[in-house]
C-alpha cells in the first residue's frame, strides 16, 4: 500500500519538485531485523525528515512480547519522540461509495467529520504501568490514564482551530461523569472555548458517543477526544466512509513536520496479497501535500483522482460492490497515478 | 420507565408469588434529598433484597461534583459494593424493529449476541485517582486501569459459562498490544479457555471490535470485555437492536442476587415527559426472572409480550417508522401488561 502512495506522491510532484525519500523499518520489521520496534537510525531519519509516511507497523515473528516493546509500540516511541500530538482523522464518504456501507444511505449520505484524537498522552503513556507478582503469587496489570491540563489545551486549541475552518462545531468527547482526567478535560475545554466565541461546544460521553456516531452521524463536524478514546471511536467511524481502507490520517506538532498513516493499522493475513485497499495510504499522501508542504492544489489533485477512480467504478475487495469492477492494490494505485 | 417495568412484574407474576416491593434513593435523587449518591439505607435495602430494579441514576441540581461524588457513581459503588461483577448486555433485534435501524436489514437481521462486560474493576475503581496541582500551579489529572489475575479469572469463567449455554463462540476484546493490563487480560482468558475446550474462544482489540460490530455484527455470540469497554461496545451497539431503548441488562455475582437495569441512563431532557421508551425497563424485568427467581417461563411470557405489542404496532418515538403507532410511555406500558 506504501508502494502505491509513493507513486501517487511521485505522479503529482511530477518534474515541478525533487523528492527526497528514505526508506525506514518499524514495528514488526525493526524487531525482526535489528531487535527494535523503533531503531535509533529510523528516528534519526524522522527527526530530519519534513515528513513521515508510515505503513504499517506489522507483527514481529515472535509475538510474545510485553506491550511496551511489542510492534505497535514503535509506532507509539515515534508520535511521542517527535511531539505529534494532534491526530487528524477525516472521516467522509465518497458518494460512489454509498452502497459499501452497512449503514443506510440516507444515514450516512454527506457524511463529513473529522476526529481529533490527543496522541501523546492517555493510558498510552501513563506511568506507572506494569504486571506486578504479589506475596500470594497472585498478578496485577496496571495502567495509567493521565491528562496534565496543558496537554488537554493544546489539542483543544487544535481542534477550535479546525472547527473554525469547517463548519464551527466541535464535539469533545469523555468520560467526565466517572473518571478524574476527564473530568479535568472537559474543565479545560470549556475553558478553552471561551477563546472561541464562534464556534459552537458540545459534549458527550464516549459511550454514547460511539452511539451517536452509528444512529445520527451527519451531525458531526469535529470531535475532540483523548487518545484511547479517539482510537476507539475512529474505527468505529470506518462503516461511515464505506471502509477502514477510506480512512488516511494526519499527525501533527507545533511546526509543519507530519506523520501520515492509514487508520487501519497492520493486516497480516492479506499483506502482500495485492488484495488490500491503498486508498487510505494515497489518501494521507495528501493530507502530507497540504499540512507539511503547503500543497493544497496537489492534496486537491490526489483527493480528486480517488474520486475519479472510484467514479470510473475501480473497487478493491473491502469496497466491493455488484457492477463495479474488482482490482488489487496495485491495479488500484496504477488507476490513481492515471487519473493524477 | 421503572413503573411501567414494575407493572409488567406485577402482571406476569398475577397471584402466583407475592411481591415484597422496597423503593429507595440514588444517584441524583439521593444527592438532592439527603447529600449522598448511595445513602446508607439505599444500600441496606439493597442489600436485603433478592434483585434490584434500578431507574436512571439522574443528574444532581448541582452538577458541579467531581466524579467519585457525583450522580453516577451511586451506581457505581451499588454495583462493587454487592459485587456484582458480571454484567450482561444481551442484543437482540426483534424482527419487527428491522427498519429502526440505522444499519442494513441484510446485516442486523438476526442479529443475536450478549456482552458481558466487568463491572468491578478497570479505571472505574483503580487507585491512585483524582486531580492534582503541582509546584507551578499546573493540573494534572489521573486514573488507575487495574486488573488482577482473580477478577479476569472469573469474568472469562462467566463468559466461557455463557457461550456454552448459547452458540459456544467467545470473543475476548481488550487492547493488549498497548496496554499491560490489557495482555494479562488476554493471557488469563487463554489459560481459562482450556477447561473450556467445547468453547471457540476468538481474540479482537478493542478499536477492531468497534469497526466490526458494525460491519458484521452476526459473527458475534458472546463478546466479553472490561468495564470501560464494554460500557462503549455496548452502547455502540445500540443500532443493532434498532434502539439502546431496547438494551436491558443484569448484573450478576457470585449468587442469584441480582440488579437489573437498561443498558440506557438517565435523559433528562424526555423524562417525566411521557415519551422514553420503557421496553429496556420491561426486558430487564424478564431478565430479573429468569436470573434471579427461575422463573424461565414467566421471563419469557415478558419477553414474548414484548414482541407482540411490536407485532401490533406499538412504537415510541425511537423506534418509530411510518406506518408504526406512536404511543408513550405508559401506554406501550399498559400494551405490555395486557399482552402478557
Ligand atoms: C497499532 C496501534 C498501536 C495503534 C494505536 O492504538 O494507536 C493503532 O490502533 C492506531 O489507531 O493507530
Ligand atoms: C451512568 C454511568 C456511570 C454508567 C457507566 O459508565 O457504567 C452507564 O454509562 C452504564 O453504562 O451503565
Not at 507509539?76 to 465518497?94: H, T
Not at 473529522?114 to 503513556?125: K, M, P, S
Not at 464535539?171 to 473530568?183: G, H, I, P, Q, R
Amino acid at each position: 500500500m506504501t508502494a502505491e502512495a509513493v507513486k501517487a506522491l511521485r505522479a503529482v510532484i511530477g518534474n515541478e519538485f525533487s523528492l527526497d525519500l528514505q526508506e525506514a523499518v518499524i514495528g514488526g520489521e525493526g524487531l525482526d531485523t535489528v531487535g527494535d520496534a523503533l531503531p535509533p537510525e529510523t528516528l534519526a531519519v524522522a527527526r530530519q525528515a519534513d515528513a513521515i509516511l508510515l505503513g504499517g507497523t506489522g507483527v514481529p515473528e515472535d509475538e510474545k512480547r510485553p506491550p511496551s516493546e511489542g510492534a505497535g509500540y514503535g509506532l507509539l516511541k515515534l508520535r511521542k519522540a517527535l511531539s505529534l500530538y494532534a491526530n487528524f482523522r477525516p472521516v467522509k464518504l465518497f458518494p460512489e461509495l454509498l452502497d459499501a456501507s452497512t449503514l443506510k444511505p440516507d444515514v450516512v449520505g454527506g457524511v463529513d467529520m473529522v476526529i481529533l484524537r490527543e496522541l501523546n498522552g492517555d493510558l498510552y503513556f501513563g506511568q506507572p504501568r506494569g504486571i506486578e507478582t504479589d506475596a500470594e503469587g497472585r498478578r496485577v496489570g496496571f495502567n495509567t490514564m493521565r491528562y496534565t491540563d496543558a496537554e488537554i489545551e493544546r489539542i483543544a486549541h487544535a481542534g477550535f482551530q479546525a472547527a473554525r475552518r469547517r463548519r464551527k462545531k466541535l464535539c469533545s468527547v469523555d468520560k467526565a461523569n466517572v473518571l478524574e482526567t476527564m473530568a479535568l478535560w472537559r474543565e479545560v475545554v470549556i475553558e478553552v472555548s471561551k477563546q472561541y466565541p464562534d464556534v459552537e461546544l458540545s459534549h458527550l460521553y464516549i459511550d454514547a458517543a460511539s452511539m451517536v456516531l452509528i444512529r445520527n452521524p451527519r451531525q458531526f463536524d469535529v470531535i475532540v477526544t483523548g487518545n484511547v478514546f479517539g482510537d476507539i471511536l475512529s474505527d468505529a467511524a470506518a462503516m461511515l466512509a464505506g471502509s477502514i481502507g477510506m480512512l488516511p490520517s494526519a499527525s501533527l506538532g507545533s511546526d509543519n513536520k507530519g506523520l501520515y498513516e492509514p487508520v487501519h493499522g497492520t493486516a497480516p493475513d492479506i499483506a502482500g496479497k495485492n488484495i488490500a485497499n491503498p486508498l487510505a495510504a494515497i489518501l494521507s499522501v495528501a493530507m502530507m501535500l497540504r499540512y507539511s508542504f503547503g500543497l493544497e492544489n496537489h492534496a486537491a489533485r490526489v483527493e480528486e483522482a480517488v474520486g475519479s477512480v472510484l467514479r470510473d467504478g475501480y473497487r478493491t475487495g473491502d469496497i466491493m460492490q455488484p457492477g463495479s469492477r474488482l482490482v488489487g492494490t496495485r491495479e488500484m494505485g496504477d488507476a490513481v497515478v492515471e487519473a493524477v
